[in-house]
């Protein structure tokens, strides 16, 4: 004997069905949705495009955040956080090039290039400089303000 379904029970089938097919497509959209951040010093103001990593996150978590941006050798400005980010996933990298806005696990800084560098332990990348990296270039100690980019 076989049972056939009620036309309650079909819409039922039919909604969850559709459910299910919309839900990854709202998780994928979510996910390809850009993290982006924007940076106010002196009279620089410019944005960036996180990847999507524990770090990166980690950092949305903290902002909006009021710091100091300096210059750190001849290479890079730095920003120490109010507290230090999750190292979770972190994996060396490959590909550096100014621009590339990264995490200084050892010490809890950013690191913002505006010339060459190497990788080297304890470093996160955590996304790129939408513009390229002429508001570093910008010599000094300054007030540093960063957002959410909405």
């Known amino acids: 004997m076989t049972h056939e379904p009620t036309g309650l029970s079909r819409r039922l089938l039919l909604t969850a069905a559709a459910a299910g097919l919309a839900l990854p497509a709202i998780a994928r959209a979510q996910e390809g949705s850009a993290m982006r951040l924007r940076f106010l010093f002196a ?34 400005k730095i920003a120490y956080l109010p507290r230090k980010l999750t190292e979770e996933g972190s994996t060396p990298f490959g590909e550096e090039a100014p621009g590339d806005l990264c995490y200084y696990a050892p010490w809890g800084n950013l690191a913002m290039f505006h010339a060459s560098y190497r990788w080297s332990r304890g ?28």
Do not use: V
């Open 123 to 150: 470093l996160i990348r955590l996304g790129r400089l939408d513009g390229g990296s002429a508001p570093l270039l910008l010599r000094g100690e300054y007030p540093l303000r960063i957002e959410p980019l909405a």
């Open 43 to 76: 009279d620089q103001d410019f944005t960036a495009t996180l990847e999507d990593n524990p770090s990166s996150r980690d950092l949305l978590s903290l902002l909006p955040l009021d710091l100091t941006i300096e210059d750190y050798s001849t290479n890079e």
